[in-house]
Nanobody
Framework: QVQLVESGGGLVQAGGSLRLSCAAS????????MGWFRQAPGKMREFVGY????????NYADSVKGRFTISRDNVKNTVYLQMNSLKPEDTAVYYC?????????????????WGQGTQVTISS
């Protein structure tokens, strides 16, 4: 059984930082494309970034590039999303997801497993 469990969300002021974690079981994070998505109230779920299979190649949405960093710990089988210089527009529920895709993908429909999400709220 696959489980992705996000943690680390919370309320921070603009300009602050948060680190989200995604603890995986039933999948090996270095064997999947591990993505982060977010969904703000009234908006579509949007791609944030991914880290791809064994290569560890990362890709980010333009809106977070230079501020967010995805990494992983293969021993802990956990993926991280380090978020710096946070803005109120980063407020959303953040989801971790795993894709079997043979290439890096930014499309949510290509992700096979999803976590339950963690709330991130940025105050101005």
């Amino acid at each position: 059984q696959v489980q992705l469990v996000e943690s680390g969300g919370g309320l921070v002021q603009a300009g602050g930082s948060l680190r989200l974690s995604c603890a995986a079981s039933g999948v090996t994070v270095s064997s999947y494309c591990m993505g982060w998505f977010r969904q703000a109230p009234g908006k579509m779920r949007e791609f944030v970034g991914y880290i791809y299979r064994s290569s560890g190649t990362t890709n980010y949405a333009d809106s977070v590039k230079g501020r967010f960093t995805i990494s992983r710990d293969n021993v802990k089988n956990t993926v991280y999303l380090q978020m710096n210089s946070l803005k109120p527009e980063d407020t959303a529920v953040y989801y971790c997801a795993a894709s079997r895709s043979l290439w890096g993908t930014i499309s949510s429909i290509e992700y096979d497993y999803w976590g339950q999400g963690t709330q991130v709220t940025i105050s101005s």
